[in-house]
């Protein structure tokens, strides 16, 4: 069986940190390491294997690598993912479980229905109604990502026929349509095996609508024999699914040129006529369009070619107002600036040179004579110097550039008077305008990077006041560690691990205490709602500690994390520069 995105609906698993990791591992190996995998469940004893009610969703291949965002229902209802596509759109999709018993029902007290009733009571609801407590949960996260300009993609097991009355609501509140069955006036097949109804859906807005290629539903027991529901699918085409349907203005400082540019657009229509004229784009239209004309009906040939032409018209448009508009942002060159560059050039080569372990070449020598410059001994420089050679060449090569228009205006007027001199001819008229260009191009240049400078610098940094927080919806511990945030994995009700990997502070994340115990990490207040606090730095010696610590943090995550490349066993291998003599016997073969 062949997907690129999967839901599981009613697992009946209790997904611990142990069955958690065995999904994953086995839908890793699976599918070559390419999958990505989210889980639900009702609050559970970490004893418990069976666990009524439960959601999954696995993707694999380049759906995984669209993945942006992914998280559960507190209550074990349903799981989402964030599929981003191009532009700022992209497919939220939702896998969800709904409870088939209404409020009062009395029921067992291991199913889902009960549990999902005692946690609501936990939370302060009298009159919990799991069943249409799903629809406000899965309202608020559509809410959010449609908010974006994703589209909804719901998969469900309703237990319940599509005009229902929540369901119907939920459905025209999100402008969801059945997917399998719009368009099709056959009557819906049962979706389960004890019953004669479809009670399980694939629901999707009109952009979900138009991007279905083949929908249906298998056999009962056909795909999952393990199942007693029917499995539902749908196919999609990628391009229609990920492309941005709204027409979105290109700001003024994006696009190529303006209108008002009369020269940038006269050279445009000047250069577009010409390469229409190159590739006969008027000729290749209308013998198109008279071939349209004598066709009564258009099959797939046809309009491969219509869109072929097409797209090529269009690169043809872009590529050219990127051509016109090309901004020259360049330096003015002067002596000093050719020097400074080949200044660069020379200590890269005599870098590479010690690092491949070889000679100076010819080459290197004959730049260092025209810049005369003394090669230094080979045997005697190592790569360190060599690496600080580079970067002091780099900072030279800077103070040229930020007075380029200074020092063009002296190397042309040098040159002015060279001719002068050689010719007799008084030549104050002409170097003097030329220095009066060089001059004001280097002020323009620094007026524009004042005005609209790309960077700006830091104004403040907002540090937490709290150390330990806890995400319920992703049930991890994050703790604040010099400047960012690590997250430690859940593996029993209110133990986490030690060790954790390094990510940003979820928004939904409340302030927790704890303690810790060898290798565990306790939450002792796990109820609490306290929202995280921040206090603003504006000192800039005081940010520049921060980020220092910051950053040193984060460079020291492989030895805090004891990866393999600082074991004993394995740092030797790699040595002070990732070379070794071993190394070098297994490159060599030797």
Known sequence: MNFDLIGMIETNVNWTHDSRNFLHSAASLRFNNTARCVMSNSRANPDDTYLPGGTAMITQGKFSGRIIARGMDHLGSFTWMAIRGKKDIGVIAITAYRVCQRAGTKSGPDTAFTRQCIQMREEGDKNPDPRNKIFENMNEILDEWMGKGFHPMVMIDANSEITERNLNDFTERNGLHDIIMTGREMEAPPSYARGKKRID???????????????????????????????????????????????????????????????????????????????????????????????????????????????????????????????????????????????????????????????????????????????????????????????????????????????????????????????????????????????????????????????????????????????????????????????????????????????????????????????????????????PSWSRVTKPEEMEEWLMRRNKRHLQQMYIEKSPPTTEAFAPVLADYGTSELTDEILNGT
């Not at 002596?335 to 010819?362: Q, W």
């Not at 020598?365 to 001994?377: D, T």
């Open 201 to 531: 859906f694939l629901l999707g807005n009109d952009h979900i609508q138009r991007a279905v290629i083949n929908s249906g539903a298998l056999g009962l027991y056909d795909g999952l024999k393990a199942s007693d529901h029917t499995m539902q699918y749908v196919d999609l085409d990628e391009n229609l699914l990920f492309q941005d349907d709204t027409f979105t203005p290109m700001p003024g400082f994006h696009r190529e040129f303006k209108l008002h540019d009369i020269k940038r657009k006269t050279h445009f229509q000047e250069t577009l006529q010409k390469r229409y004229e190159h590739q006969n784009i008027a000729k290749r239209v209308n013998d198109l369009a008279t071939r349209f004309e004598n066709k009564q009906h258009l099959d797939e040939t046809d309009i491969k070619a219509y869109n072929d032409l097409d797209d090529e018209i269009v690169e043809l448009i872009l590529s050219t107002a990127k051509r016109v508009g090309r901004v020259d942002f360049g330096y003015q060159r002067s002596a000093d600036l050719c020097i400074a560059g080949k200044t660069i050039r020379l200590h890269k080569a005599i870098l590479s040179c010690i690092r491949n372990d070889i000679r100076y070449t010819e080459s290197i020598k004959s730049l260092a004579n025209e810049l005369n410059h003394q090669l230094p001994n080979r045997d005697e420089i190592n790569i360190r110097q060599a690496i600080t050679n580079v970067n002091e060449a780099w900072k030279a090569k800077r103070i040229v550039e930020k007075e380029d228009g200074e020092r063009r205006a002296r190397w042309l007027e040098d040159i002015c008077r060279e001719i002068a001199r050689e010719t007799g001819q008084d030549a104050d008229k002409t170097y003097k305008a030329m220095i009066k260009c060089a001059l004001s191009k280097g002020m323009f240049k620094r007026l524009k990077a004042i005005l609209k400078s790309e960077w700006s610098a830091l104004d403040y940094i907002e540090i937490p006041n709290d150390k330990w927080y806890l995400d319920r919806e992703l049930n991890e511990l994050y703790e604040f560690d010099n400047g960012i945030f690590v997250a430690h994995s859940n593996f029993e009700e209110d133990l986490f691990e030690e060790y954790g990997s390094i990510k940003v502070l979820p928004k939904g994340a409340v302030v927790v205490e704890v303690e810790k115990s060898g290798d565990v990490i306790q939450v002792m207040n796990p109820e609490s709602i306290k929202s």
